[in-house]
């Protein structure tokens, strides 16, 4: 249902369990030249994420790119855990899955945690990355921020009433649709029944409250500020000029820590924290200016 025409889904058993992704339909595209780089588009946390969140631009890159589109553990139709993972747990999937899916270092397109996560995959693997494209990436304690002090976390912090607050706040569709509003899209009016139908089927699978809750607890966060400086790899940072949870005022002082590393820092007036959702073919626009830099 919320897979576009000429996109399959496919599975891969990886250590922490199933992973569900996306990939072009071979029947329906033609196959990229053997010399592209691959794309490897990730999803970020939250409430109801999943692949969705880049099924609006990946289809732009589908007749040139080898294009993925994995479900993190814990998220969308991949395998769901009974248990949280660890930030050292995402690490070591988002590397397999590097290895496991793509044969030649990708460009790897991503947002928010799993961006700031991707930063540290390319610091310990550096050989294994093309280019990082990220938006809005954080690790959620930057520059000695402390999430667990947030009133929402103290909330999800008690036993039983994190349950409730998940099911009776999150994984609805008015839930659901005010998250979106409030703290993902600056323009409200560009979130479609789909976009919300698609989160709220993420949000509602089977232990599904798992990693959400681990998330809003802040017990995956971390200070990227202390790791980009260490980076090589070719970055884009693209932000949305009114995101929440992570003001454009943090991607700043993001791109002053290493300008040899982050080649693009592009903010977008208007938009919120997920520019591949609210302006998918600006979005996309920019994704193609970075191939072509990276290929020059």
Not at 66 to 77: H, M, Q, R
Not at 175 to 187: V, W
Not at 207 to 234: E, K, M
């Amino acid at each position: 249902m919320f897979i576009p025409p000429g996109f399959i889904q496919r599975s891969v058993a990886l250590s922490l369990g199933t992973v569900a992704y996306i990939e072009a339909d071979p029947d329906f595209w033609p196959a990229p030249p053997a010399s592209s780089v691959p794309l490897l588009f990730v999803h970020g946390f939250g409430g109801g994420s999943s692949s969705y969140e880049w099924s609006k631009v990946y289809p732009a890159f589908a007749a040139e790119h080898p294009v993925l589109a994995p479900d993190l553990i814990g998220w969308g139709n991949s395998d769901h855990p009974d248990h949280p993972l660890t930030t050292a747990n995402y690490l070591s999937l988002l590397i397999e899955l590097v290895e496991k899916l793509c044969p030649a270092p990708p460009v790897v397109v991503s947002s928010s945690l799993s961006g700031a996560m991707l930063v540290r995959v390319a610091i310990d693997h550096s050989d294994r990355l093309r280019g990082l494209f990220l938006v809005a990436p954080a690790g959620l304690a930057d520059f000695g921020q402390d999430p667990s002090r947030s009133p929402i976390n103290q909330i999800v912090k008690l036993p039983v009433i994190d349950q409730v607050l998940y099911r009776g706040a999150i994984a609805t569709a008015d839930g659901i649709k005010l998250f979106l509003a409030q703290r993902q899209f600056a323009d409200a009016s560009k979130i479609s029944d789909d976009i919300v139908a698609a989160y709220l089927m993420s949000a509602q699978q089977p232990n599904a409250d798992v990693a959400a809750l681990a998330f809003v607890r802040g017990d995956l966060s971390f200070d990227l500020a202390t790791y980009l400086p260490q980076l090589t790899t070719p970055t884009a940072l693209l932000w949305g000029e009114a995101a929440q949870l992570t003001d454009v005022s943090l991607g700043h002082r993001f791109a002053a820590l290493n300008s040899a590393a982050i080649r693009r820092f592009e903010v977008l007036p208007g938009v919120g924290l997920t520019p591949q959702l609210e302006q998918p073919g600006v979005t996309v626009g920019l994704i193609q200016q970075f191939l072509a830099e990276l290929a020059q």
